[in-house]
């Protein structure tokens, strides 16, 4: 639900194993450019110590004293096109630093088509 929320507000995600080390994370979070980070509750508090920014925990109906999910039924139209960067992937960092891959929305159409075809999903 908060991968396909981020991708039709037009928004990118980066996905970070919270197994990864403490800098890795870091690192990933500052380096993608992160505004917020989704979260469920048991890794909360993992989440606000590896970053400064927001912090939602999508297994809470309120943050903040705040009802955090839209209650009237009405429905975000999509944002992205096919040319928005969809999500971000971090290599290993085998050779240095890792480094960000950034993957568009027609990138990840044209793997579901392929699979669709070759497999008949």
């Known amino acids: ?7 039709k507000a037009g928004g990118a995600y980066v996905p970070i194993d ?3 080390p403490a800098d890795r994370i870091r690192f990933m979070l500052k380096d993608s450019g992160a505004k917020l980070i989704l979260t469920q509750s048991h ?3 993992q989440a606000s110590l590896s970053f400064d920014g927001q912090v939602l925990v999508l297994d809470r109906h309120e943050q903040d004293g705040q009802d955090i999910y839209h209650k009237d039924g009405s429905n975000l139209e ?3 096109g096919p040319h928005h960067v969809a999500y971000v992937i971090y290599t290993s960092g085998s ?14 159409l044209n793997r579901i ?3 669709h075809d070759r497999y008949g999903l």
């Open 43 to 45: 890794l909360a508090e």
């Open 78 to 80: 999509p944002l992205a």
């Open 18 to 20: 919270p197994e990864y």
């Open 95 to 108: 050779t240095g630093k890792p480094k960000g891959v950034m993957v568009e929305h027609h990138s990840v």
């Open 113 to 115: 088509l392929w699979m």
């Open 1 to 7: 639900v908060g991968i396909y929320a981020i991708l």
